[in-house]
């Protein structure tokens, strides 16, 4: 299934591990090198990200304000801070903790992150404020680290990809007159586009649905309930029988 929960029309709930995090435990420190980088995914051990926007602002009155000011960013500072417990053995979380005695340049490296709509976010980053051990006697040992952008990254927006399938569970069904049954949808790829998903039934005096995909049972028959996304879509027959 997908990683979503959808909840009607008017969107949906992306679960937080769609986002993916690479770090480069090649140290290189310059985006004319990306293509030297040595990706290591960071998420063994981790279980918290918080991405932070560090904002500058300027806050102002001006006598057309007739009292009331203004504020203004005047610059941002990109850091995400991740969490969880050490995991030693583990190529990412290993070259982070090897720097937590490190200073300047040495603090430095790549990092890239995937958000779940496919976009990129990629820079020079300065490790900063690593934990690598520590708790209580019988837990894992800590894990922690602040990753600070060092000016503006390089963000890539992802290639509109189509849905390419849509997969109706059950396929088909069958459901007592005044009771209900639940349908689940499966939209691919994950990266796709638009993976809303709207629900119609073909007969709304025998079946109707609703916009999560349930089926209420409304007269002896059978009605096909289409689950559409992007161009694509997926079908259940639901036979409903007598209460």
Known sequence: MADTTTTGKIGKFTLNHKNKFEIDISGQTSLDNVDKANWMRLAAGVNNSTPAANDTTT???????????????????????????????????????SKQLA????????FRWTQP?????????????????????????????????NGKPI??????????????????????????VKLST?????????????????????ATVTSDG?????????ATITATAGDKSGKSVITVTTA
């Open 214 to 222: 349930t089926v209420t049972g409304i007269k002896v028959g059978s």
């Open 103 to 110: 200073i300047g340049d040495d603090l430095k490296t790549l």
């Open 59 to 97: 806050n102002d009155e001006y006598y057309d304000g007739e009292g009331f000011g203004t504020s203004d960013v005047t610059s941002k500072r990109l850091q995400i801070t991740l969490a969880g417990h050490r995991l030693e053995g583990d190529p990412a979380q290993d070259y982070i903790a």
């Open 117 to 149: 709509s496919g976009d990129t976010i990629t820079g020079v980053v300065t490790l900063t404020s690593i934990v690598s051990s520590g708790g209580a006697p019988g837990a894992k040992q800590t894990f922690s680290v602040v990753i600070v952008f």
């Open 186 to 206: 499966a939209v691919t790829p994950d990266n796709a586009a638009d993976k809303t998903v709207t629900y119609e039934s073909s007969d709304n005096l025998t």
């Open 155 to 180: 963000f890539a927006p992802s290639a509109k990809v189509a849905v390419t399938s849509v997969i109706v569970t059950p396929p088909t069904d069958s459901v007592k007159v005044g009771n209900t």
